[in-house]
């Protein structure tokens, strides 16, 4: 397992690098990065898109040819486009989200930022997002970039992962923690 996710993550990384690289060459990058972002909400969005791109039954060529529909419908071209039909056709569909995350960590590796995971139980507004980021910037002395999505699993409260670190404060947490204490006790 360790070495299929160890693969996927070299796959991606090298096709992430080759992106950034030739969108900076043509001066895209503004670009790419919201394309990109446009086809990570389609994956998100439908089950039938998610299935096209991890099924190893569709064939190269028809996944191309639904790729092409969808982009083209979804207004996605260029070298974002281009880029996901290519790993269609190379037959490396199933790690464009891996892809995705690995343009943007190379971006912001670039840029000097440092990308934050959050993760809430339900949406966070603007001021709430504005206040995390600028604590995030005070506590690490980096420009952090965050990227915040909703868990509703997580009944209350944050898991922020910057870097190697993770600071998980959600009610779920705390939750299954009291439970092993409670069977401890008992």
Do not use: C, H, W
Request: aromatic share 4%.
């Amino acid at each position: 397992m360790t070495d299929n996710v160890t693969l996927i993550s070299g796959v991606a990384s090298r096709y992430a690098t080759a992106l950034l690289d030739l969108s900076e060459e043509q001066g895209s990058v503004a670009e790419v990065e919201t394309a990109l972002t446009a086809f990570e909400k389609l994956l998100q969005d439908s089950e039938d898109l998610r299935r096209l791109v991890t099924s190893p039954v569709f064939s190269a060529d028809e996944q191309v040819k639904a790729l092409g529909a969808i982009l083209d419908k979804a207004g996605i071209a260029g070298l974002a486009g281009n880029f996901i039909k290519l790993a269609a056709r190379n037959r490396r569909l199933f790690a464009v989200p891996s892809m995705i995350a690995a343009f943007r960590a190379a971006l912001a590796a670039r840029r000097g930022e440092l990308p934050a995971d959050v993760i809430s139980a339900t949406e966070l507004s603007k001021d709430q997002l504005d206040t995390l980021t600028t604590s995030l910037n005070e506590a690490t002395g980096k420009s952090v970039v965050v990227s915040a999505k909703v868990d509703p699993s997580l009944i209350g409260g944050l898991v922020v992962k910057v870097g190697s670190r993770m600071i998980d404060t959600s009610l779920k947490t705390k939750l299954n923690s009291l439970k092993i204490a409670m069977k401890e006790v008992g």
